[in-house]
């Protein structure tokens, strides 16, 4: 693999040289350090960008927040996540308790939010984000 590296740097230096002819550090004027910063930060967005790419053929779920629509990578967003957090907190998940809003019971095996969602979205954006 290092032959690999090593072959992938040499394409580099002449390809600069190519588009740039030759250089002489000596007699450049670039700021070294600058430009590598510069081309690190440029890398970051090539490397996120291809992370969000893999992420999107990788996952099933949608690309929106099932509350509120808000573009993400799951389910909720991050805030629709706290707030579900304390939702879920005040049923008493996997204790038997009946829903909020009808006779179901509530178990370890039951998908809270997602019978929420189903059957009672409005009441549950409500305690969500409040009246609106």
């Given at each position: 693999?290092?032959?690999?590296?090593?072959?992938?740097?040499?394409?580099?230096?002449?390809?600069?040289?190519?588009?740039?002819?030759?250089?002489n550090?000596?007699?450049?004027?670039?700021?070294?350090?600058?430009?590598a910063?510069?081309?690190?930060?440029?890398?970051s967005?090539?490397?996120?960008?291809?992370?969000?790419?893999?992420?999107?053929?990788?996952?099933?779920?949608?690309?929106?927040?099932i509350?509120?629509?808000?573009?993400?990578?799951?389910?909720?967003?991050?805030?629709?996540?706290?707030?579900?957090?304390?939702?879920?907190?005040?049923?008493?998940i996997?204790n038997?308790?009946?829903?909020?809003?009808?006779?179901?019971?509530?178990?370890?095996?039951?998908?809270?939010?997602g019978?929420?969602?189903?059957?009672h979205?409005?009441?549950?954006?409500?305690?969500l984000?409040?009246?609106?």
């Amino acid at each position: 693999m290092n032959k690999e590296i090593l072959n992938l740097i040499e394409e580099r230096l002449d390809e600069g040289k190519r588009k740039y002819g030759h250089e002489n550090v000596e007699t450049d004027g670039r700021n070294f350090i600058t430009e590598a910063l510069e081309e690190i930060l440029d890398c970051s967005v090539y490397v996120a960008a291809k992370l969000i790419e893999i992420r999107r053929e990788m996952s099933p779920l949608p690309n929106h927040c099932i509350i509120c629509d808000k573009p993400t990578m799951n389910t909720l967003c991050s805030s629709c996540k706290e707030k579900e957090t304390n939702v879920t907190g005040m049923l008493a998940i996997g204790n038997g308790e009946k829903c909020p809003y009808c006779e179901t019971i509530m178990n370890a095996d039951s998908d809270t939010i997602g019978h929420m969602i189903e059957n009672h979205q409005e009441k549950f954006k409500k305690v969500l984000y409040g009246e609106n």
